[in-house]
T-cell receptor, first 114, second 113 residues
């Protein structure tokens, strides 16, 4: 039990579908992150939110759309994805987006795009 | 560019000591972290070094040399449960002045009985 939950844990979707991933943290943190983890590749940081404001977008395609309504919740809206987007999507949180903070990860959503 | 390099796989026996190296190249540097990830699980934080030297936490220690852009994770008295992937991660800075997290590709540690 990490204090960061993600739903769904598994998702299969077609390229024309629209779906959303949800992340919730119960740690009182102010920063939240989305990462993509593909086989044989490093964890890729996608988005960073600090105090509900997006502070980083690592050149992520617009078919991925994040939303952070408050410091405890983070969504990743998906539409018209490609098969190469199949991966494990990890959410993380930290006290704030500054030096030396520890990131706490959720269990991830394993996404398969057909 | 910004990158981290670590070995892809390391094998050791129970009770042994293993060292996982990480070399990095980043613009701006704010510290080196290590994370452990078991198959099917989430990465969990192990250690963080902002200054040169060795940090010890139980059986795990982490070392940093900023002048060499190098660090390592040392695992002692290996146990079967230590079989996992270990990632080094560096916090650098972007051109806009925000922080950027970069992870290595991970080192898969296999502990044999």
């Amino acid at each position: 039990e990490t204090g960061v939950t993600q739903t769904p844990r598994h998702l299969v979707m077609g390229m024309t579908n629209k779906k959303s991933l949800k992340c919730e943290q119960h740690l009182g943190h102010n920063a939240m992150y989305w990462y993509k983890q593909s086989a044989k590749k490093p964890l890729e940081l996608m988005f960073v939110y600090n105090f509900k404001e997006q502070t980083e977008n690592n050149s992520v395609p617009s078919r991925f759309s994040p939303e952070c309504p408050n410091s405890s919740h983070l969504f990743l809206h998906l539409h018209t994805l490609q098969p190469e987007d199949s991966a494990l999507y990890l959410c993380a949180s930290s006290q704030q987006s500054g030096e030396g903070e520890t990131q706490y990860f959720g269990p991830g959503t394993r996404l398969l795009v057909l | 560019g910004q990158s981290l390099e670590q070995p892809s796989e390391v094998t050791a026996v129970e009770g042994a000591i293993v060292q996982i190296n990480c070399t990095y190249q980043t613009s701006g540097f704010y510290g080196l972290s290590w994370y452990q990830q078991h198959d099917g699980g989430a990465p969990t934080f192990l250690s963080y070094n902002a200054l040169d030297g060795l940090e010890e936490t139980g059986r795990f220690s982490s070392f940093l040399s900023r002048s060499d852009s190098y660090g390592y994770l040392l695992l002692q008295e290996l146990q079967m449960k230590d079989s996992a992937s270990y990632f080094c991660a560096v916090r650098g800075s972007t051109t806009s002045g925000t922080y950027k997290y970069i992870f290595g590709t991970g080192t898969r540690l296999k502990v044999l009985a």
